[in-house]
């Protein structure tokens, strides 16, 4: 989705490989995964799509995008692919063909993951019904059609670092963390992003203006036009049946992320992702 546009040279960057004995991946943990990564809303086409079969378009200023099929199969699908090649996709954003990804799919938020729990996404989604569907190509004007310049990109802005627990802080405020920055990947939303499509980390989760599908999305910090004034019940009860401390219910976009995501979670995972968002600074809002 957002692309700059300087082209760099082509480096080769090395495949990733599993350190040491890796423990049998699990499919049913990888469920669990799977919904707090929220990827149902956004490989499966509204209504009539075959499940994670891909295709449903994404119409953001640089074009439109079609999310691809991640049902098991072998042809148009990730049904041939490795263990190696889902970690480089979910940390690098790099296909098994080492083609580029934008960053509509967010890998910038995936690489802050665990292995175990990438490695149980992928177990979990060799287990749903493989489709064939050939998903069309992205609808993208030039120069943002030239896949290569994210090369560049991921140079200037990606750092790919994997989440570090903070010792300082508690169990639940470290799960809510990873949480949010890692699978539930919320700041790529709910963050501003400058024009070159960066998210600005010094105002991270305080409301993005132009967000999916060119609506705007609000700002989840404590400060005063966020969620300051929110108890964490509150909170939790948003994420689990999307009601509002006024009585009203989200909808929009988030419609899909509590029917798919945060209303899958457990109580406790829901709790933990109110103590991080209730901990951090609050900012201005601006969406």
């Not at 953001?60 to 148009?76: C, K, L, V």
């Not at 090369?151 to 790919?160: C, E, N, Q, S, V």
Request: aromatic share 10%.
């Amino acid at each position: 989705m957002r692309q700059t546009l300087r082209f760099l040279p082509i480096l080769v960057l090395p495949a990733l490989v599993l350190a040491g004995p890796v423990r049998a991946a699990d499919a049913e943990h990888g469920a669990y995964v799977f919904a707090s990564a929220g990827c149902a809303s956004c490989h499966t086409v509204e209504k009539d799509g075959a499940f994670l079969a891909g295709g449903r378009e994404l119409k953001t200023d640089f074009g439109s995008f079609f999310t691809p099929n991640i049902t098991p199969d072998a042809e148009t699908g990730i049904g041939g692919w490795s263990d190696e090649d889902f970690l480089r996709a979910m940390r690098e954003g790099i296909s098994p063909e080492g083609d580029h990804y934008y960053p509509t799919f967010p890998y910038t938020s995936y690489a802050r993951m665990s292995d175990e729990d990438l490695l149980d996404l992928k177990a979990y989604l060799e287990t749903v019904p493989a489709v064939r569907n050939e998903v069309r190509d992205h609808d993208l004007p030039f120069p943002f059609n030239i896949r290569m310049s994210m090369f560049g990109w991921k140079l200037l802005f990606f750092d790919g670092d994997r989440f570090e627990p903070d010792p300082t802080k508690s169990e639940a405020w470290n799960r809510g963390a990873y949480l949010v920055n890692g699978p539930g990947h919320c700041g790529e939303c709910h963050s501003p992003r400058n024009i070159l499509g960066v998210v600005d980390s010094e105002r991270a989760l305080s409301g993005n203006r132009n967000g999916p599908e060119g609506d705007a999305v609000p700002n989840i910090t404590p400060g005063p036009d966020g969620i300051g004034e929110w108890s964490e019940d509150e909170i939790v009860a948003a994420l689990e049946i999307g009601m509002l401390p006024d009585g009203d219910f989200l909808g929009g976009a988030m419609t899909d992320v509590i029917e798919e995501n945060t209303g899958k979670l457990s109580d406790e995972d829901r709790r933990a992702i109110a103590t991080y968002l209730t901990s951090l600074p609050p900012l201005a809002s601006n969406d």
